[in-house]
């Protein structure tokens, strides 16, 4: 298994966006990770959607003219979990999270990128957690299947907070949902307590995979406080033909401690990490 590693843009956002891509390039990942949030992210879907075509020419220029690559475009077009979730309640909200995902594939087609990541969406109060998983599955494969007829492949990312925070819940909406793949981060698992084991079924899903310190009630840690078997992970994935990006995730934001990792080291030692290791046996 050749192993592709990213960075996400999304890791420096104290820094100017070139400059972010520059310390991308000068780590000498291979791919980068774009974030279009509408919170915390240098690229604002509200600005970089009302013209595609032109944001797209003027991303590519900074991506491509660094010898970078697009791993993965990643749309929340909300400032939270609820607002223009995939699987909003309300018909009107979801036509328009619907027109925002249009509009940023058409950006990742004009990109030239061949990756869209986006949440799934959440339980919603007042209404039981199937119906409220049916209407996610619905949504999504719609998405799923306009990705497919642009050539790109569409992922969501199970995390704390959404509708499937659990391996479970997790597979029970890839049941559900044909052609959908994940975004994996085994963090969000981790965190819950969940050992590597009954993570790992999620693995032959995958299409996309944020590597990152995780650990019992943290969501990010530093390498050497790291609880998560990466060995483990990537004989799994070299045992289901894992072809996607691995990317090297730490992030930034007040949430979770997600504020406290020196994130230029860690970043670097995760790389260095990953490409050393040799896979362990899975048992």
């Not at 078997?229 to 992030?251: I, P």
Request: proline share 5%; hydrophobic share 40%.
């Amino acid at each position: 298994m050749k192993l592709k590693l990213s960075c996400s843009d999304f890791t420096f956002p104290l820094l100017s966006h070139d400059h972010a891509l520059d310390l991308i390039s000068m780590l000498g990942f291979e791919g980068v990770d774009i974030g279009l949030f509408a919170a915390n992210a240098h690229l604002q879907p509200a600005r970089v959607l009302k013209n595609p075509r032109a944001s797209a020419k003027e991303l590519s220029a900074k991506v491509y003219g660094r010898g970078l690559k697009f791993a993965d475009i990643f749309l929340t077009p909300g400032p939270d979990f609820q607002t223009l979730a995939a699987n909003h309640p309300n018909a009107g909200v979801r036509r328009k999270s619907r027109d925002i995902f249009l509009r940023a594939l058409e950006f990742v087609v004009r990109c030239k990128a061949k990756h869209l990541g986006a949440l799934p969406g959440v339980h919603w109060p007042g209404e039981s957690y199937g119906d409220s998983l049916q209407r996610c599955s619905a949504e999504l494969a719609w998405r799923g299947a306009e990705s497919r007829r642009a050539g790109v492949e569409f992922s969501v990312e199970p995390h704390l907070g959404s509708i499937i925070s659990t391996p479970k819940k997790t597979l029970r909406l890839i049941q559900m949902t044909p052609g959908l793949t994940l975004t994996l981060d085994y963090g969000h698992f981790t965190f819950q307590g969940f050992a590597d084991r009954e993570i790992e079924p999620l693995v032959a899903h995958a299409s996309h995979f944020h590597a990152r310190g995780g650990a019992r009630s943290r969501l990010q840690t530093s390498v050497k406080n790291n609880r998560i078997d990466f060995k483990r992970v990537l004989h799994a994935m070299k045992r289901t033909g894992y072809r996607g990006y691995v990317c090297v995730e730490y992030v930034w934001i007040d949430w979770n401690h997600c504020n406290e990792a020196d994130n230029i080291s860690e970043t670097i030692l995760m790389r260095d990490f990953l490409r050393k290791v040799k896979p362990t046996k899975n048992t």
